[in-house]
């Protein structure tokens, strides 16, 4: 059973910082992209950041380019998101997710492709 559990959100005031986990099984993690994206109340759901587990390279949204972080442990299957600098405008529930498909810089972007989700992490960030 393929499972994916986020864990880190919170409340924290803008200029902080946040360090999401998403704990992974039941799939070959290397094999696979893992994705963070995130859902703001009213709107449609949208991709962070993203990183192939078998290179590390990665993929990040323009607005969060030098302030959020993607990381993998390969070996405990984990993926981190550190998040700095933090701005009310990154207030949403944060999904962890995986994809088997090809990867490419767009991946990030088609979020319908994705296989597996986890169930999110409210991160709310007050002005």
């Known amino acids: 059973e393929v499972q994916l559990v986020e864990s880190g959100g919170g409340l924290v005031q803008a200029g902080g910082s946040l360090r999401l986990s998403c704990a992974t099984s039941?799939?070959?993690?290397?094999?696979?992209?893992i994705g963070w994206f995130r859902q703001a109340p009213g709107e449609g759901r949208e991709g962070v950041s993203c990183i192939r587990s078998r290179d590390g390279d990665t993929y990040y949204k323009d607005s969060v380019k030098g302030r959020f972080t993607i990381s993998t442990d390969n070996a405990r299957k984990m993926v981190y998101l550190e998040m700095n600098n933090l701005k009310p405008d990154d207030t949403a529930v944060y999904y962890c997710?995986?994809?088997?498909?090809?990867?490419?810089?767009?991946?990030?972007?088609?979020?319908?492709?994705?296989?597996?989700w986890g169930q999110g992490t409210q991160v709310t960030v007050s002005s």
């Open positions: 039941g799939f070959p993690f290397d094999d696979y992209a």
């Open positions: 997710a995986a994809d088997s498909s090809p990867w490419g810089s767009s991946i990030c972007d088609v979020v319908a492709l994705w296989d597996y």
